[in-house]
């Protein structure tokens, strides 16, 4: 059988088309999604993810004669046991646990304060809600914008330049400064198991895992902003108290908040331990010879330099937006 033809390049998204559908997205979920969220919380979650993310791609894909399945990676890719990818997720999990509550210790340590999650999880139907928009329809809106379309538009940079070019955009699009390494962090992870496997239903199942398992522990630990909020209060009191029964006069010569400040920092450590485990994982889902990125670049693509990424007015548009939303998020954190 002959190989087959490359693809013309109006067949497939380019950087445009990915960084314009991002920034689409942004503005309605700044506008329409924040209001419906307003309204009526978990509806306007799924509102968002569905009418505000999925609905303008797969639009996108239609009007510009596109075959779904293809741009987005829908089909099955190679190498993507799920079991992998529930373990993937399992490990990305953990990361981002040791990547953000030392980071939020650090923020209380400095007087300013974090309102955590903040979704309603007082019952067990809001809890079964959360779980429909955060672990089911997040995972799948999310993963075809930004592990199909987004980085596959981005594939002319090279694989490395897409993944972490559409985990940074991914970090900025969720809004929020503390969380935005630990975010990005999850979207670098992702995003080499899309382009590792060809697919995104990888992504989306170990996406799942982690959204699911984040709001499992909210809700076990109290719900709402309470489930994943540090009472630093009690943790000052608990390590003073430890201090103060020791033996060697340690209340002398350390602190609560300097045992703390160091904590953070070995959390921090095994956050990137952690990020190790992980890459190791991705290699041994998707191989780790330049070949595994087969299945992602499309035939016939031409190679662009990565410095035409910044000549796309939608990207600096995009930073801005998140530059600004940082801002008004770290008055509201410091109280300034």
Not at 3 to 21: F, I, K, S
Not at 62 to 75: D, I, N, Q, T
Not at 141 to 155: H, K, P, T, V
Request: glycine share 14%.
């Amino acid at each position: 059988m002959s190989p087959r033809p490359p693809a013309p390049v109006d067949e497939t998204p380019g950087p445009r088309h990915g960084t314009v559908l991002v920034l689409t997205t942004l503005a309605l979920l700044l506008t329409a999604g924040m209001l419906v969220q307003t309204w009526a919380v978990y509806p306007g979650l799924l509102f968002t993810e569905f009418g505000l993310l999925l609905l303008p791609t797969l639009t996108f894909c239609y009007m510009k004669g596109w075959r779904a399945p293809e741009v987005l990676m829908l089909h099955r890719g190679r190498g993507t046991p799920a079991a992998g990818a529930v373990g993937i997720g399992l490990l990305a999990f953990a990361m981002v646990l040791a990547l953000t509550f030392p980071l939020i210790i650090m923020i209380l340590l400095a007087g300013g304060s974090y309102p955590g999650l903040n979704l309603p999880l007082d019952t067990g139907g809001q809890f079964a809600m959360a779980l429909l928009a955060g672990a089911v329809a997040a995972p799948l809106c999310e993963e075809i914008l930004f592990r199909g379309f987004l980085l596959r538009s981005l594939a002319p940079f090279g694989p490395h330049a897409a993944v972490w070019a559409s985990a940074v955009l991914f970090g900025i699009f969720h809004m929020d400064p503390v969380r935005f390494i630990p975010t990005m962090a999850l979207g670098v992870v992702y995003g080499y198991l899309a382009a590792g496997t060809g697919s995104v239903r990888a992504p989306m199942i170990a996406h799942g895992v982690n959204n699911g398992l984040a709001l499992t522990l909210a809700y076990l630990g109290g719900g709402g902003a309470e489930g994943e909020s540090l009472d630093l209060a009690g943790l000052r009191g608990e390590v003073e108290t430890a201090i103060q029964s020791s033996a060697g006069g340690m209340e002398a010569t350390l602190s609560a908040d300097l045992i703390l400040a160091v904590a953070a920092g070995m959390m921090l450590v095994a956050g990137l331990v952690l990020l190790v485990m992980v890459h190791l994982a991705l290699r041994g889902v998707a191989g780790s010879g330049p070949e595994r990125f087969r299945a992602f670049i499309p035939a016939g693509i031409v190679r662009q330099p990565l410095g035409d990424l910044a000549r796309l007015p939608a990207v600096w548009v995009v930073v801005a937006i998140g530059i600004w939303i940082w801002t008004v998020a770290l008055r509201g954190i410091f109280g300034t």
